[in-house]
């Protein structure tokens, strides 16, 4: 038999949760049965990734190892022993007792160890090297004599290692399993590796990755297989679960094209990204609703939809808490809102609060405005107590960089659904979510993990999600007459590109003046990014989808930092 | 000439700092001059140490590289070029562009390129592997015909690599830098390790070390020099700068023996740490005064004790916040430990503000006791805007294993000093520094950097510093009648024995149960410490002074993690 049918499996996994995994496997197996011969999952597909710290406890190893045994047995007694099921796993390299990241086969009712990584990347977000010991040797399976070579995830971004040495094994098929995190433009890059990888090792490439939200990472999924000549012969869509099949037929010098999913819009997957972040992150911890602040500013606003696209609009309690500085305007478009997305809405004016400390502590100046943000933070906890709902930051990543916003106030939360978008693209999302909802997606009609019917969503009344004066106006946090954001802040069209300059490319104050931008706004933007550390690590995890997050994959010095 | 002269220069550096840094190994090595030919300075003098991702920036290593020129051509300006003085910088590995871990010999007016770092820590605390790249090559320095073997740190640490290649070299002695963190205990690590490599080389090791709090990390210096045969010919104190000399004599067989430090007491050790880590973070951070709390409990005593001895009780705000359950004995207790150490004393009764916010929001239960616990966090933080001084929060390592603690309440802070001692300690803390007390220590007499007086400090009224009452009164949150900690929590004494096996020394269920623990005691200790990771990631920087601190140098995933 020449040919060879692959289903591929993108499935969202949950970090340490080994028997809901695993029922996952056994499941998507069942319904693959008839139509592969291979089933391929991803990365550490047992374990769920990133596992982190977890793997050096040798119980969670045992547990895993336990699990594996147990889920190819059980596969066996099913009648499903003659699949070969890839799973990654953790393994133990018995040479120092140490982790290692494990391709395993299910065969027969066997675990047979298959392939170890061996490149552990250990920058951005990536701890893989302090964890794991290295896999030293490359590895071809044969099945029915067609020769699979493997690869997990770093394993074909660096060069040389196990794929330049399969280049010489005449294998039939590269196959790769990934927890490849999403970040933007990332699709088109994945794309042109595998390409690259699959010309130098003279075979078809598959790539599965992982779906889903993992506490600070957003998996797109995004599955594909690319020929040796690098025709895109299959893609499963972004941002949810999918089973897709690819058959090898190895008498052919060009594989059949299956089927593609076509490209999502920039924005709608950036949109999506935070949307799956959340409603996982909610899932995995056992939320099923959330509050937030509801200021009638735009911040607040994408979050409520995010958050009604996410779980619902009945599962979202918006509080609307005005004080003495904030305008009608803001109070009315914070209602429209909550009407549009249907969500619990409560209006709680701060004032009483506010007099009660001010009794005691006649604070002034910022330390008056803070107390306003804290009282509020006090509010929305209450509310995420009594009701056992997730509490949501709603801080975008320019404020965030640059420490505008007061600690134990609007930054309280367990989950901050676009710490890691800037302010000027925070706009923009709200306008392709107005635009998708007067096309006509309503509440909930995104396609997500846990949303695969994908249906149109709630209706919405108007057509309009987000109240357009929410994103027209100038920003302001209200905490004093007239204050505006630009008061403190360089103008968000100027700042986020001093920001992107200054920190995700790591250009000092020479090459940003070089960069043409002047002087007093490369001072000020430095100075306020520079002090703004220690606030950061202190803000709640949100999701990924920028090539450099603010959080774990950005680690300085508290104190003391080097000033440009 | 068969004698070399060695100055050890145990000094507290900054990160980042590189101006401050330099000042300081000029002013050192200006003091050493007459007495040595060798000065030597600890792993990463000049960038301070642990610098992380701030290695990654360019333009900082382009920096710190004009910086060692700069000071080279100082020294040679004041004619002390004819002095070697080694210091630690951070380098580029030109093959790759990455970072190196440096130790370069100024000397002549120029910087001579010594060795570069070959084991990278990558565990715990350590995230060098992350950043820099490795030395391959093993040095010996000639200084007028001495052969000076050459390592830094972690190179000790581990068989094989430099040292064991130095062991062939027929070196006259083996000088390393280092940036070693305190933990209990590690001062005898140090020395039995110090004692292998020296025998391992036929020569003398001599041992430099950092000292002060640098985030969440405190260097204890405790510089030394061992003999070729293990005997201890040199130490210095810990906590403290230190400039000592040894003079290696090649035509001896021994050493000579030169002024060695006593061991502190264990609980005066841990103590010193706490405050030293406390004193640094607010010198490099620019705070000169602290605010928290003051319940009348032990915890807040302790850490306002340790604030006194760090700052001086007159830049300490010792706020006593009482609601409806709290006790007359807390309140005076409170209040004796301000009047005690001397700290400003104010109180705040949150009636007001709970009543406010009740009147609105009705909350009952826990919601209730999370309100008050909340309320003092804003008032806190109030204090902390309005005066300019640094909150500190006060839980202790058992309840924030925990996770018996309210987020954005009695967690707020800047930084928290004893988050890293188990609350058994705690009390054998608070014994401790009574006992000094009752002996003539009084505030400030603690021997660490910046008190290098070393006088008795500021004298106490009655000779005891934290009330006999918070020592021994049940513990209790006083957030609801009658409740105490015991209400949720196993007894400390047994509920620390459990977490220190669980989290240190990573003992499954199985495990623990095989220690002889009770099934309920281990299922109840699991639940909460394996629920509270997210709880920790918000907690502020705190001293590491155990082998396994939460934070930094534990990295476990927020969802789904693990049940045992």
Chains 1, 2 share one sequence.
């Not at 990536?126 to 794991?132: K, T």
Request: glycine content about 10%; proline content about 4%.
């Amino acid at each position: 038999m020449s040919t060879t049918r692959f289903a591929l499996a993108q499935i969202d996994t949950c970090v340490g949760d080994l028997d809901g995994n695993a029922a996952k496997v056994i499941a998507t197996t069942r319904m693959a049965r008839e139509r592969a011969d291979v089933v391929v999952f991803p990365e550490m597909t047992l374990t769920g990734y990133p596992i982190e710290d977890l793997a050096l406890r040798a119980t969670f190893r045992e547990a895993a190892w336990n699990k594996a045994n147990e889920l190819a047995a059980q596969l066996e007694s099913e009648g499903m022993g003659g699949l070969y099921v890839v799973v990654g796993t953790v393994g133990t390299d018995h040479a120092n007792g140490k982790p290692r990241n494990r391709l395993v086969v299910l065969h027969g009712g066997l675990v047979w160890a298959g392939y170890d990584k061996h490149f552990l990347p250990n920058y951005g977000v990536f701890d893989e090297f302090r964890i794991f010991s290295a896999g030293e040797r490359h590895v071809v399976l044969s099945i029915d004599g067609v020769r699979v070579g493997l690869a997990i995830c770093e394993d074909i971004w660096q060069d040389g290692g196990p794929v330049a040495e399969l280049a010489a094994e005449h294998i039939d098929v590269l196959l790769t399993i990934n927890g490849s995190p999403y970040e933007e433009g990332k699709t088109q890059i994945r794309l042109d590796l595998a390409r690259r990888r699959a010309a130098e090792v003279h075979a078809p490439m598959i790539y599965v990755n992982q779906v889903g939200g993992q506490d600070d990472l957003v998996f797109d999924g995004g599955t594909f297989v690319v020929d040796t000549d690098g025709t895109l012969l299959q893609r499963s869509p972004m941002f949810m679960e999918d089973l897709a099949y690819f058959t090898l037929d190895t008498d052919r010098e060009h594989q059949e094209v299956c089927e593609v999913a076509p490209r999502m819009d920039p924005d709608e997957e950036v949109y999506t990204a935070c949307v799956l972040g959340l409603k996982d992150y909610m899932a995995k911890n056992g939320f099923t609703g959330v509050c937030l602040g509801l200021s009638g500013g735009i911040d607040s606003a994408l979050v409520a939809a995010m958050a009604a696209d996410a779980v619902g609009g009945g599962n979202v309690y918006g509080i609307s808490m005005p004080s003495m500085y904030s305008s009608q305007g803001s109070k009315d478009d914070a209602a429209d809102l909550a009407a549009n997305i249907g969500t619990h809405y409560d209006v709680q004016p701060i004032k009483p609060m506010y007099d009660a400390f001010q009794q005691q502590l006649a604070l002034d100046g910022v330390s008056a405005e803070n107390l306003q943000a804290r009282i509020r933070g006090v509010i929305v906890m209450a509310y995420s107590n009594s009701k056992g709902v997730l509490a949501l930051a709603t801080g975008n990543k320019s404020e965030l960089a640059c420490g505008y916003s007061t600690i134990y106030g609007d930054a309280v939360g367990g989950y901050a659904p676009i710490k890691d978008v800037f302010k000027t693209k925070v706009w923009q999302l709200a306008r392709w979510r107005n635009s998708a909802a007067a096309a006509g997606m309503g509440v909930g009609g995104l396609h997500i993990v846990g949303n695969e019917a994908g249906d149109a969503g709630v209706q919405l009344p108007g057509g309009v999600m987000i109240p357009v004066n929410s994103i027209t106006k100038a920003p302001s946090a209200e905490l004093r007459p007239g204050q505006k954001d630009s008061d403190s802040l360089p103008q968000y069209e100027l700042l986020d590109r001093v920001l992107e300059a200054y920190i995700e490319h790591a250009h000092g104050r020479a090459d940003l003046l070089a960069d043409g931008f002047d002087d007093e706004t490369v001072s000020t933007v430095i100075r306020l990014v520079d002090r703004a550390e220690w606030k950061r690590r202190q803000y709640p995890l949100g999701p990924k989808v920028s090539a450099l997050a603010f959080g774990r994959d950005r680690r300085l010095p508290v104190t003391g930092a080097f000033r440009e």
